[in-house]
């Protein structure tokens, strides 16, 4: 249940103010299920919390988006974001399975930032089919993909990656524009060519520093 009058008495509070200090020992939070109850002066107030930076199988997370939607529900979170690398192909599914699950869906992407400095910024709530977005996201995804490709066939020349072929690994993850090394070796899990618990010496032997000659 909420309380808007309590909430509205919360609000008031001035950290800074040394007046408030005194009301302010009279507020107890209790996390429950990720919800945070707020009580002062005998009401009390429910307060929701979101996951807003998660990354799912559309660039280099481990779940899919309706997976992602799965495990927020049940650890109790009220709202979700995917931000996933330069891209935001993951948000159909979010959107369903969010509406599915009862929850508020956040749209969110992490861009990759290269100049003058590299770093990443996590944009939320903007339109992806503005036209300068649309093409943006669409060239990132392009570049990413093929830094990969380039790496993979590499990795083949030299026969560090063997019995797949770069059609494969886009057949396997038909609904991805941004492919990295992550897709790649979901294609050879799924195919017995390689094993889990091998995937950083494989990641290290065939992309860590590969990356770089292919900018």
């Known amino acids: 249940a909420v309380y808007p009058d309590a ?15 005194s009301r302010k020992k009279n507020i107890v939070n209790k996390k429950d299920s990720n919800l945070f109850l707020y009580c002062l ?13 998660l990354h799912s199988t559309h660039s280099d997370g481990v779940y899919s988006p309706a997976e992602l939607v799965e495990v927020a529900k049940n650890e109790g979170y009220k709202a979700l974001a995917i931000t996933d690398h330069d891209t935001a192909t993951a948000y159909p599914e979010l959107k369903a399975a969010c509406k599915a699950a009862d929850m508020e869906c956040v749209f969110g992407v ?14 939320f709530n903007f339109d992806p089919e503005y ?25 083949k020349s030299k026969g560090d990656i063997c019995d797949i072929t770069w059609n494969e690994v886009l057949d ?30 494989w990641f290290i032997k065939n992309f860590r520093a590969q990356r770089a000659l292919f900018p």
């Open 41 to 53: 002066e005998g009401e009390c107030v429910m307060k929701p919390y979101a996951n807003l930076h």
């Open 172 to 201: 396997f993850n038909p609904t991805v524009a941004w492919l990295c090394n992550d897709h790649v070796f979901k294609t050879m899990l799924h195919k017995g060519l390689v094993k889990q618990e091998n995937y950083m010496d």
């Open 110 to 123: 992490e861009f990759t930032v290269k100049d003058p400095d590299s770093y990443h910024i996590v944009g």
């Open 131 to 155: 036209p300068e977005m649309k093409q943006y996201l669409h060239d990132m995804a392009l570049r990413q993909t093929d830094n990969t490709k380039k790496c993979f066939e590499l990795a």
């Open 7 to 21: 909430y509205e008495k919360f609000k008031e509070i001035d950290p800074y103010n040394i007046n408030d200090l």
